[in-house]
DNA sequence: CAGTTATTACGACTAGATTCGTAATTTAAA
DNA sequence: TTTAAATTACGAATCTAGTCGTAATAACTG
């Protein structure tokens, strides 16, 4: 499988890529030592680690950041959503058939609160898709 | 209580893992022959790395053999139903913050047929019940 | 300016995933 | 029984992910 650089194709986001994008979406555009700061909240992982790793993913176009200054600011370079949708539309195909419903019949079990069922109701309801 | 490898937790199964399992789902139990036969119909792999794969998926516990004759047959030892709600649930933790709701919002687009659509209206009123 | 500190760059190392070639073994056939 | 074919076992090679140490570089402080 040939790496090609000029072929922006979007990657798909490795575990711990995930986890940073996360943070950056909740955090906004961040240095590296601010990003750091809040993985070491729940893991303890080196500085330079996340560095790397955030060098890789600039690489592969997962984040853009600024070198204006000394600290580089890293950004996420798609949205939340389009990035979950990218992942979830992965999974429906390589474990699900290419089924949405079958992957929402295995969503939703006992552990769903009524609150979410109730959200995914309202979701529906506001498809008035023509039949 | 020691680790006993009868009751190893099931890990999450990789690409090429969840490919011969969807097989495996499929066909039910198969010799490697028969696996290779047909993911090769369309993948170009090896008879070897199809009998390594399932060798390391045996020592995993994602799959149990009987070796009762000369050619090995294979089986999925977890059902299809119960490695989706593991992966759909390994997925809903890490990249939607644990909201099913969410994961259920963005799997559905312009792209989800009416008809699927109308199965999880299905599923929805089926739980109403329950409530 | 010199020394300290913060940050990035570079590369090495481990572990797992994937690939497949070759050897060993078993079964079947001639 | 000897040969051929099919199958499993073993291990090497490559690739990616993740880890981090150390060097190089830039900025700040006195």
Chains 1, 2 share one sequence.
Do not use: C
């Not at 600011?73 to 949708?85: D, G, I």
């Amino acid at each position: 499988m040939a790496t090609d650089k000029s072929a922006v194709k979007p990657t798909k986001p490795t575990e711990a890529e995930l986890t940073l994008l996360n943070i950056l979406w909740q955090m906004g555009p961040a240095t590296v030592r601010q990003i750091h700061d809040h993985v070491s909240a729940t893991q303890k992982t080196g500085y330079t680690t996340v560095l790397k790793i955030l060098q890789i993913m600039h690489e592969k176009a997962l984040v853009i950041r600024d070198e204006t200054n000394r600290a580089h600011v890293y950004a996420a370079a798609n949205s939340e959503m389009h990035t979950q949708s990218s992942l979830i539309k992965d999974l429906i195909s390589k474990a699900f058939g290419g089924s949405t419903s079958k992957l929402v019949m295995r969503a939703i079990d006992e552990s769903t609160s009524a609150e979410e069922i109730d959200d995914i109701r309202q979701l529906l309801n506001s498809l008035e898709k023509e039949f």
